[in-house]
């Protein structure tokens, strides 16, 4: 079982920057591929970013792809999501997730724990 919490969200402006970390709880933190979706008011949830096991392969939706990264540290069984050049879109509750993987995933159904989410508002 692994507990996911996440932190780092807020208020921005559009084309500014904020770092979301997600703490997860347990020893094999290193045996999980981790992703990154978010919801805006109204819309159902999206995949935003996966990173794998070991850190060495990484996927983005193709609306944050270079602007945003995503990145771990196996030893503070911790991902983050840093997100540069915001817009207005990029606003929503944003999730971790984790899934005992093998492949990166995007799919909300492939993954097996949840964060209860961060709410990032990005102002005009």
């Known amino acids: 079982q692994v507990q996911l919490v996440e932190s780092g969200g807020g208020l921005a402006q559009a084309g500014g920057s904020l770092r979301l970390s997600c703490a997860a709880s347990g020893r094999t933190f290193s045996s999980y591929d981790m992703g990154w979706f978010r919801q805006a008011l109204g819309e159902e949830r999206k995949f935003v970013a996966a990173i794998t096991r070991s850190g060495g392969t990484t996927f983005y939706a193709d609306v944050v792809k270079g602007r945003f990264t995503i990145s771990r540290d196996n030893a503070k069984n911790t991902v983050y999501l840093s997100m540069n050049s915001l817009k207005p879109e990029d606003t929503g509750v944003y999730y971790c997730?984790?899934?005992?993987?093998?492949?990166?995933?995007?799919?909300?159904?492939?993954?097996?724990?949840w964060g209860q989410g961060t709410q990032v508002t990005v102002s005009s």
């Open positions: 997730a984790a899934r005992p993987g093998v492949i990166i995933a995007t799919a909300q159904f492939e993954y097996n724990y």
